[in-house]
């Protein structure tokens, strides 16, 4: 019975840390959306692009869907993104999730498909 405790006490440290780990990747992916949007002021909206292996990337948009800065591509606290990224790129095959983080809040919801479709694909308007 106390080992019984014991591990689920561990599953739920576990959990936890993990918890953890999100929240501060989430919290360096907004700080780097913000610091793109600064740098791009033509700029409607930051692409975000998740892979599976943690690393991201991102890039500008403007309102005509071009990009409006380079793709950026970080790992968080990283030097570098990881060998696999580095190898192919990032690879479509391992995205986890993609999706534009809007700044303008003035744009709307078709044009905001509209422009979703033209740099993500529609493989994004799922998420
Ligand atoms: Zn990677």
């Given at each position: 019975m106390k080992i019984k405790q014991e591990k689920s006490h561990q599953a739920k440290q576990k959990q936890k840390q993990l918890e953890k780990q999100e929240e501060r990747a989430l919290r360096s992916e907004r700080a780097m959306v913000a610091g793109i949007m600064e740098g791009s002021p033509e700029a409607v909206g930051v692409a975000v692009i998740r892979f599976e292996c943690g690393c991201r990337k991102m890039a500008a948009v403007a309102k005509d869907g071009e990009p409006a800065s380079k793709v950026i591509m970080y790992r968080d606290k990283a030097e570098s993104i990881c060998p696999k990224c580095k190898k192919d790129n990032g690879a479509f095959s391992r995205v986890t999730e993609s999706f534009i983080d809007w700044?303008?809040?003035?744009?709307d919801d078709d044009l905001k498909m509209e422009l979703t479709i033209k740099v993500l694909g529609t493989d994004a308007i799922v998420h």
């Open positions: 700044q303008d809040n003035e744009l």
